[in-house]
């Protein structure tokens, strides 16, 4: 029998398995080993990864990988939201936001045209300490 319970590595804190944040003490939860192993894995292959990608010229392939995540999570029950911002060669930066296939209606639109600016704020700021 599995256990669906496990034990804050910060306190005595009995939880579920899936909290993120111990609610006792607000330590947040290590991540699974799984996911560990695979950004590790990404960071020592990025820059070959990243090589390989430009000379195939295949970055509308990953683009088109994230619309079918995205595509997953709304059939899970999430509203994801991506935002991208591609640097152009002297030009202003792209901003791009895709959502799941579905109608937004007019108020929905107006947000979205909000959050983008808000995004490009963030990211002209990201870019000055980075």
Known sequence: ???????????????????????????EQPKKARL???????????????????????EAAMRDEAIILLEKLHAMGYKPLLLLQKEGNGKK???????PRCELDPLATQHL??????????????IKYL
Not at 1 to 27: D, I, R
Not at 93 to 99: A, D, G, H, R
Not at 113 to 126: G, H, R
């Open 1 to 27: 029998m599995v256990s669906n319970k496990k034990k804050c590595p910060n306190c005595p804190q009995v939880m579920p398995c899936a909290t993120k944040v111990c609610k006792a003490c607000g330590a």
């Open 36 to 58: 560990m192993k695979r950004l590790q894995a990404l960071d020592m292959k990025k820059e070959e990864w990243l090589g390989n990608l430009k000379k195939t010229h295949n």
């Open 93 to 99: 930066p792209k901003i791009t936001s895709l959502t």
């Open 113 to 126: 045209s909000k959050i983008t600016a808000f995004y490009e704020l963030v990211c002209a700021a990201l």
